[in-house]
């Protein structure tokens, strides 16, 4: 079965940097898009960026843009998010999605998140 | 940069139905998806594609979208349907979703 599993998540300080991984089985990983969502506590879904399935074409967020950098590596099947000059605001539940057949959307298997705080 | 709106709260009898909107300019001409999700949970898709519903998601769960809205509509509401659900459309270069309903079973 589809499994996607974060890792890389913790307490950083404003200003610094943090990598996160999600770790794909279950499905061959370098055929579909891929994309990282975070929600704040409390609120609601946010979009961060998403990355086709050959890492051809990357999109992000306006709030992430010039910050975050997605990747992927086809074979380890590991997604990446690395993110850079870390905001209080940049502070949530960040999830791994796998895009639906051949589309953006929608998100048809989602990981269980990994939690960023950025704090000093 | 595009938007998505969304009412903050629903409330439905159990049995009834329940209406979610999502407004967005010419929505219509994109695909909408819909996400239930619940406390402490990630997301699932219930509708994608506008009104095609994923294996494994109730027939009550249903979709439509034309001009500026998409509405999910849950037929005989139930308490486990008591969840935040959210709207959600690729635009060509960014993924959008909505604020959030949050569907109180009462």
């Known amino acids: 079965q589809v499994q996607l599993v974060e890792s890389g998540g913790g307490v950083v300080q404003p200003g610094g940097s943090l990598r996160l991984s999600c770790a794909a089985s279950g499905f061959i990983f370098s055929t579909y898009g891929m994309h990282w969502v975070r929600q704040a506590p409390g609120k609601g879904l946010e979009w961060v960026a998403f990355i086709r399935y050959d890492g051809s074409n990357k999109y992000y967020a306006d709030s992430v843009k010039g910050r975050f950098t997605i990747s992927r590596d086809n074979s380890k099947n590991t997604l990446y998010l690395q993110m850079n000059s870390l905001r209080a605001e940049d502070t949530a539940v960040y999830y791994c999605?796998?895009?639906?057949?051949?589309?953006?959307?929608?998100?048809?298997?989602w990981g269980q998140g990994t939690l960023v705080t950025v704090s000093s | 940069s595009y938007e998505l709106t969304q009412p903050p709260s629903v409330s439905v009898s159990p049995g009834q139905t329940a209406s979610i909107t999502c407004s967005g300019d010419k929505l219509g001409d994109k695909y909408a998806c819909w996400y239930q999700q619940k406390p402490g949970q990630s997301p699932v898709v219930v509708i994608y594609?506008?009104?095609k519903r994923p294996s494994g998601i109730p027939e009550r769960f249903s979709g439509s979208n034309s001009g500026n809205t998409a509405t999910l509509t849950i037929s005989g509401t139930q308490a486990m349907d008591e969840a935040d659900y959210y709207c959600q459309a690729w635009d060509g270069s960014t993924v959008v979703f909505g604020g959030g309903t949050k569907l109180t079973v009462l």
């Open positions: 594609q506008d009104t």
């Open positions: 999605a796998k895009a639906y057949s051949g589309y953006a959307v929608p998100f048809d298997y």
